[in-house]
């Protein structure tokens, strides 16, 4: 079992920054990849960057050159760093761990909202 916390979200304003961090606990050895979701009010929830364990990391068009992922195994914390926020950047973000059998695991959520 892998438990998941997000922390980090909040109101800002359009082209402004926020970080997002994920703390993982429990099986932490199990964990393969992971990454950051979004899901925006009325809309499915999306994919918006990954990292594996070796630090490679893929994006979302839709977020390239403004956000960053990044990963602390040794803590087993993921960040998200987002930069010129956009009001469609407005949703609630999401954190999933993926172990290395194959299940998936989720955060509860933190809102980010973009907006002056």
């Known amino acids: 079992q892998v438990q998941l916390v997000e922390s980090g979200g909040g109101l800002v304003q359009p082209g402004g920054s926020l970080g997002l961090s994920c703390a993982a606990s429990?099986?932490?050895?199990?964990?393969?990849?992971m990454g950051w979701y979004r899901q925006a009010p009325g809309k499915e929830r999306e994919w918006v960057a990954g990292?594996?364990?070796?630090?490679?990391?893929t994006y979302a068009e839709f977020v390239k050159g403004r956000f960053t992922i990044s990963r602390d195994n040794a803590k087993s914390t993921v960040l998200l760093q987002m930069n010129s926020l956009k009001p469609e950047d407005t949703a609630v973000y999401y954190c999933?761990?993926?172990?290395?059998?194959?299940?998936?695991?989720w955060g509860q959520g933190t809102q980010v909202t973009v907006s002056s």
């Open positions: 990292i594996t364990p070796g630090g490679k990391v």
């Open positions: 429990g099986s932490m050895f199990s964990i393969n990849r």
């Open positions: 999933k761990a993926q172990t290395y059998d194959g299940f998936d695991y």
